[in-house]
T-cell receptor, first 114, second 114 residues
Framework: AQSVTQPDIHITVSEGASLELRCNYS??????LFWYVQSPGQGLQLLLK??????LVQGIKGFEAEFKRSQSSFNLRKPSVHWSDAAEYFC????????????FGTGTRLQVTL | DADVTQTPRNRITKTGKRIMLECSQT?????MYWYRQDPGLGLRLIYY???????NKGEISDGYSVSRQAQAKFSLSLESAIPNQTALYFC?????????????FGPGTRLTVT
């Protein structure tokens, strides 16, 4: 069965510092990969997605992610974090033949210190 | 106006009561989903529907039922609410074909069962 691991439950970074949130997926087929952000009291907003092609994908709010098949990873990065980036981040994966169902990771809560 | 709306946004109910959560969308999407979010568990799929006549169970459907009244409306019911159904519930939609894995979320309904 497909699964997603976000090994970091909580991360704290200083404003202006770089950020990397880890995501690993399991399964053999080519995945569809997503990162969502959930601000306090809000729904989930799609940050970026990978379907195929260029393994480095750009998203909204200055985020990017890189698909590394050899490592089964899809880590989210941002060169300089802003205080407004404090939120919970979810990685999700889907596969062809799974009827567009997504499996979500357990989330990483990002705290930004000033 | 929001593309995916959920009502109510907050609800407190007692054990044994029947409750319905409603979801409407203006995105024109065929596919709709219900998830619940619990701290530390991420999002888990309850039910999903690919059109009005197609309803499918997700990974945690016990204790829940759904109704797809129209392409734009998908309701989740708890027939007899119990305290461990206290959670944040999200509705999501997606389009067809290659975009079917790209899901768009409503703002959520926070349900408390006492």
């Amino acid at each position: 069965a497909q699964s997603v691991t976000q090994p970091d439950i909580h991360i704290t970074v200083s404003e202006g510092a770089s950020l990397e949130l880890r995501c690993n997926y399991s399964y053999g087929a080519t995945p569809y990969l997503f990162w969502y952000v959930q601000s306090p009291g809000q729904g989930l907003q799609l940050l970026l997605k990978y379907f195929s092609g260029d393994t480095l994908v750009q998203g909204i709010k200055g985020f990017e992610a890189e698909f590394k098949r050899s490592q089964s990873s899809f880590n989210l990065r941002k060169p300089s974090v802003h205080w407004s980036d404090a939120a919970e981040y979810f990685c999700a994966v889907g596969y062809t033949g799974t009827a567009s169902k997504l499996t979500f990771g357990t989330g990483t809560r990002l705290q930004v210190t000033l | 106006d929001a593309d995916v709306t959920q009502t109510p946004r907050n609800r407190i109910t007692k054990t044994g009561k029947r409750i319905m959560l409603e979801c409407s969308q203006t995105k024109g999407h065929d596919r709709m989903y219900w998830y619940r979010q619990d701290p530390g568990l991420g999002l888990r799929l309850i039910y999903y529907s690919f059109d009005v006549k197609d309803i499918n169970k997700g990974e945690i459907s016990d204790g829940y039922s759904v109704s797809r009244q129209a392409q734009a409306k998908f309701s989740l019911s708890l027939e007899s609410a119990i305290p461990n159904q206290t959670a944040l519930y999200f509705c999501a939609t997606s389009g067809a074909d290659s975009r079917s894995y790209e899901q768009y979320f409503g703002p959520g309904t926070r349900l408390t069962v006492t």
